[in-house]
């Protein structure tokens, strides 16, 4: 089983990975080990997680989720899906009704 985790940091900032143990991987970036970025921005919060059978589906979720604005990370942590839906189809797209 593989998961991609979006951590809430300290600072405010989310930072989106992915792993095939997911209580290993957070001791890891607790203890700085998995990501200097994490590290230095520590306490974070585990916010939102989604698993998958194949690495690649993860490593595929996780690239796809890094190239999204905030308010569309932010959508998906609050399980916000008419957000979600109206992000997709451009960043303004929800503004604009």
Same mark, same amino acid.
């Given at each position: 089983?593989?998961?991609? !985790?979006?951590? #809430?940091?300290?600072?405010?900032?989310l !930072?989106? *990975?992915?792993?095939d143990?997911?209580?290993?991987r957070?001791?890891e970036?607790? $203890?700085?080990? &998995?990501? &200097? !970025?994490?590290?230095a921005?520590?306490?974070?919060?585990?916010v %939102?997680?989604?698993?998958f *059978?194949? #690495?690649d589906e993860a490593f595929?979720? $996780?690239? #796809?989720i890094?190239? %999204?604005?905030?308010?569309?990370? $932010? &959508?998906?942590?609050?399980?916000?899906?008419?957000t979600?839906?109206?992000? &997709? #189809?451009?960043?303004?797209?929800? $503004?604009?009704?």
């Open positions: 089983m593989f998961h991609v !985790y979006i951590l #809430r940091c300290r600072d405010g900032s !930072y989106v *990975g992915h792993t143990d997911l209580e290993k957070m001791t970036h607790a $203890e700085g080990v &998995a990501s &200097a !970025y994490t590290f921005r520590r306490p974070f919060e585990l %939102w997680t989604e698993e *059978g194949r #690495r595929e979720r $996780e690239r #796809r890094k190239g %999204w604005v905030r308010r569309k990370k $932010e &959508a998906l942590i609050r399980g916000d899906v008419e979600l839906r109206c992000l &997709a #189809r451009g960043p303004n797209r929800h $503004e604009r009704g």
